[in-house]
């Protein structure tokens, strides 16, 4: 399976479980967070996963919240901290 793919589904499987106001079958790479409850006591523990995870540092420069609007922004963040 591909690394993106794979931090596709973690990270989808994280959404389910701290933003339970979006249907579980309806999360895909499009998926709104902020609007959809994502707020900074979620992005913390959305930092802290990502960390253990994937081994990846989210640094203050990342901190756009760009990076957060989406699922697929999320996985595009991580792909890019593993590539570094």
Do not use: C, Y
């Not at 931090?7 to 933003?19: C, G, K, N, Y």
């Not at 790479?29 to 959809?36: D, E, F, G, K, V």
């Not at 409850?37 to 996963?49: K, P, R």
Request: no cysteine; glycine share 4%.
């Amino acid at each position: 399976m591909p690394a993106e793919q794979n931090a596709m589904e973690a990270i989808t499987d994280f959404v389910r479980a701290t933003l339970p106001r979006i249907p579980a079958d309806t999360i895909d790479s499009r998926t709104p967070l902020i609007a959809n409850g994502l707020d900074s006591l979620a992005v913390l523990e959305l930092i802290t996963f990502l960390s253990e995870t994937f081994g990846v540092e989210i640094e203050d420069g990342d901190f756009d919240v760009e990076n957060f609007e989406t699922v697929g922004n999320l996985v595009a963040l991580v792909e890019r901290k593993r590539a570094a």
